[in-house]
């Protein structure tokens, strides 16, 4: 088990950009897949984005493609989205969530694929 904590939400203008930081304890992060969700109110919790064991793996939701980036850094046993070009309807309380999958080369956006999370981050997306 890993012990996960998200954080970098804030409130920006649409265009503007922020970064997402999930921190694990507990157990390195290499040994899991990592993906990121969000939930608006009163919709689904949505994948927008995760990284395999191995980096080269990594997937994105269509609506985030080209504005969004996803990468780990093992040394600082994080993980981070770097959300840029934010348009209103990224506005979500934003969660990270980790996984171990015998592939190094796959990561689901499904979020019942995901045991341990972070506790989620508020993003705001507003002039």
């Known amino acids: 088990q890993v012990q996960l904590a998200d954080s970098g939400g804030g409130l920006v203008q649409p265009g503007g950009s922020l970064r997402l930081a999930c921190a694990a304890s507990g157990n390195t992060l290499d040994y899991y897949a990592i993906a990121w969700f969000r939930q608006a109110p009163g919709?689904?919790?949505?994948?927008?984005?995760?990284?395999?064991?191995?980096?080269?793996?990594?997937?994105?939701?269509?609506?985030?493609?080209?504005?969004?980036w996803?990468?780990?850094?093992?040394?600082?046993?994080?993980?981070?989205?770097?959300m840029n070009?934010?348009?209103?309807?990224?506005?979500?309380?934003?969660?990270?969530?980790?996984?171990?999958?015998?592939?190094?080369?796959?990561?689901?956006?499904?979020?019942?694929?995901?045991?341990?999370?972070g506790q989620g981050t508020q993003v705001t997306v507003s002039s």
């Open 70 to 82: 996803i990468a780990r850094d093992n040394l600082l046993n994080t993980v981070y989205l770097l």
């Open 43 to 68: 919709k689904e919790r949505e994948g927008v984005s995760c990284i395999g064991r191995g980096d080269d793996a990594t997937d994105y939701v269509d609506s985030v493609k080209g504005r969004f």
């Open 85 to 117: 070009d934010l348009k209103p309807e990224d506005t979500a309380v934003y969660y990270c969530a980790a996984q171990h999958f015998e592939s190094r080369t796959w990561c689901p956006l499904g979020p019942s694929l995901y045991t341990d999370w």
